[in-house]
């Protein structure tokens, strides 16, 4: 009787020291990160009928898609995301959450005066490299034509074609197609100086279906101007399958199944899982996934750019004007950056947006700075009148890492394909703007077609559409 006391005593004081009666949360799928990417695949996964997690680090789903609510009227604006593409996976994840979506307004509707914003100076058409843009852009799209298969999933030839390592600005100048330069430079944002970049990761952004939605003008926005509502729609559906404002703090990986340790707010939660699906930048997984030598060594490659996008009141530019930062002393007239891109005005009255690129790291404080320093230059410089009130920064967002890239050295000697080996190792799996690119439409398709067909048992794929 003592004896068996005792034993009860023992194991009590045992399973205190060893937490080995831990309590696991069984998964088929462990998402990490809930932007575009991870929730896309979490919503089309569970209507698959796998049973999955997703683990976003902010307290709601999107990443960045930032929508600004006019606390006066309740207006909204998608300051952040705000073009798709016209592709089916677009319609049907809109439609799911019963969001319509509308053709993208011509960009030539308002009032659009092009400023050199080093000196403030309003840039005439004249002083500005003229070409002919729908030829340049016809001319483009034959170029990137010769690639798209690769850009499907990184299919790189060996040797890697020359044409797609030559920094961009080069490979425009080769073929004569400058006149696309300005048009690539202000619709693939966030890339800091794209001219230097290799073209291969222009052409991965800038690829057929963006050509074809420039041309035909078919680029798709929501009408509710609320994309957020969209992801709070998915984090409902979702319910307890998701933890927001959590992270990992450790993944371990098995021959069968990977355990994920999350801090959330209610404490640490272990979650087994048969599979993983990273979506975050693999630099930003170091702090706690299990890497070998091998993933070290090229995760340790990446380099990337940074990206702001805000909100600005008492600007004292007009209602409803635009106006474009533009260098007719640059080559192919695009400004150096960092600097903003434009100050673009927002459907909300009294309110611009501005979006910023650095190649290199600032603070916040450096760019708020910079941003209301160059307001005040292009004020300035096309006469608009003092405001009554100083310039206000409503809101700034810095999106770091953007635009993932590795050097044009690693490109030739293979790193996309070892990179791309990775697949399915170690039962993890990977999407993401890394493994794509920085488009939400494009990540949704190969998120669709390349990735969640490993994550699904077969059965669930006959049932896979909507
Ligand atoms: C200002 C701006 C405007 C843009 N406009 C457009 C546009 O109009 N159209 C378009 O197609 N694309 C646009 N993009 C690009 C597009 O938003 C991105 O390419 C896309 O969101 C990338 O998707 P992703 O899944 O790779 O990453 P993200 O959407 O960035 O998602 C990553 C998620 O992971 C979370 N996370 C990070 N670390 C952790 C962690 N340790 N644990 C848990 N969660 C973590 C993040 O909080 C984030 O929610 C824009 C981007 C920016 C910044
Ligand atoms: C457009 O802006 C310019 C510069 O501020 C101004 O001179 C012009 O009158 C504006 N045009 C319209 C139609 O608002
Ligand atoms: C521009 O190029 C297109 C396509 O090549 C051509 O049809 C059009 O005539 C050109 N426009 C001008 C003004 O030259
Ligand atoms: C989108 O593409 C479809 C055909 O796939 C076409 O019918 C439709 O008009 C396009 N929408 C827009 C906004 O261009
Ligand atoms: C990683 O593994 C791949 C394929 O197994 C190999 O080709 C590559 O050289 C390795 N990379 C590094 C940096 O060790
Ligand atoms: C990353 O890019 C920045 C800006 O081009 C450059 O200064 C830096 O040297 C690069 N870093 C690496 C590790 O390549
Ligand atoms: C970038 O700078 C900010 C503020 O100066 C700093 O907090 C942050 O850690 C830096 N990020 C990187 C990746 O160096």
Redo the contacts with the bound molecule.
């Keep these: 009787m003592v004896a068996a006391k005792l034993a009860i005593v023992l194991c009590f004081t045992l399973s205190f020291a060893r937490p080995t009666s831990r309590k696991w949360i069984e998964k088929d799928v462990c998402i990490i990160g809930g932007g575009a990417s991870g929730t896309y695949a979490a919503i089309r996964l569970q209507q698959m009928g796998v049973d999955v997690t997703l683990i976003e680090k902010e307290g709601k789903l999107g990443g960045p898609v930032t929508t600004y609510t006019e606390p006066s009227t309740g207006q909204t604006y998608d300051y952040g995301v705000q073009i798709f593409s016209n592709l089916s996976v677009v319609h049907n994840f809109f439609s799911h959450f019963e969001i319509p979506l509308v053709r993208l307004p011509p960009l030539s509707g308002g ?1 659009t ?1 092009m400023i050199n914003f080093e000196t403030g100076e309003v840039v005439a058409p004249s002083q500005l490299y003229m070409g002919n843009l729908t030829a340049a852009l016809l001319g483009y799209a034959e170029q990137e034509a010769k690639y798209s298969s690769i850009f499907e999933d990184w299919n790189l030839p060996s040797p890697v074609p020359e044409d797609l390592l030559m920094p961009f600005g080069d490979f425009l100048k080769k073929h004569s197609l400058e006149a696309f330069a300005y048009i690539a430079f202000i619709y693939d944002q966030g890339t800091a100086n794209i001219l230097a970049q290799p073209t291969l990761y222009v052409m991965k952004y800038q690829d057929q279906v963006q050509i074809r939605d420039l041309l035909t003008g078919s680029f798709v926005v929501n009408a509710l101007q609320n994309n957020q509502l969209l992801y709070d729609r998915a984090a409902a559906e979702l319910g307890e399958k998701l933890y927001l404002g959590s992270q990992p703090t450790q993944v371990t990986r098995h021959h069968n199944h990977v355990e994920i340790e999350v801090s959330t707010p209610e404490g640490t939660r272990h979650i087994r899982a048969r599979k993983l699906l990273v979506t975050i930048p693999p630099k930003s997984t170091s702090q706690f996934l299990d890497f070998d030598e091998n993933e070290s060594t090229m995760f340790r490659q990446f380099n990337n750019s940074y990206y702001w996008n805000a909100i600005l009141k008492h600007t004292g530019i ?1 209602v409803g ?1 635009t106006l474009p930062n533009v260098n007719p002393a640059a080559s192919l007239n695009i400004p150096a950056m960092p600097a903003p891109y434009t100050f673009l005005a927002s459907p909300v009255p009294g309110l611009h947006a501005t979006y910023y690129s650095s190649p290199h790291n600032m603070s916040d404080a450096e760019v708020a700075d910079d941003i209301l320093a160059t307001l005040a230059r292009v004020r300035e410089g ?1 006469g ?1 009148p003092e405001p009554d009130q100083n310039p206000e920064i409503v809101a700034l967002h810095k999106w770091s890492p953007f635009e993932i890239t590795v050097s044009m050295d690693a490109i030739r000697d293979g790193f996309y394909n070892d990179l791309m080996a990775l697949q399915g190792k170690k039962n993890t799996w990977y999407t993401g703007a890394t493994w794509m690119n920085q488009a939400t439409s494009t990540l949704w398709r190969y998120t669709e077609d390349k990735i969640l067909p490993h994550l699904v048992p077969d059965e669930a794929l006959l049932n896979a559409q909507y």
Excluded: L, R
């Design positions: 009032n005066t007009p004007t096309a608009f």
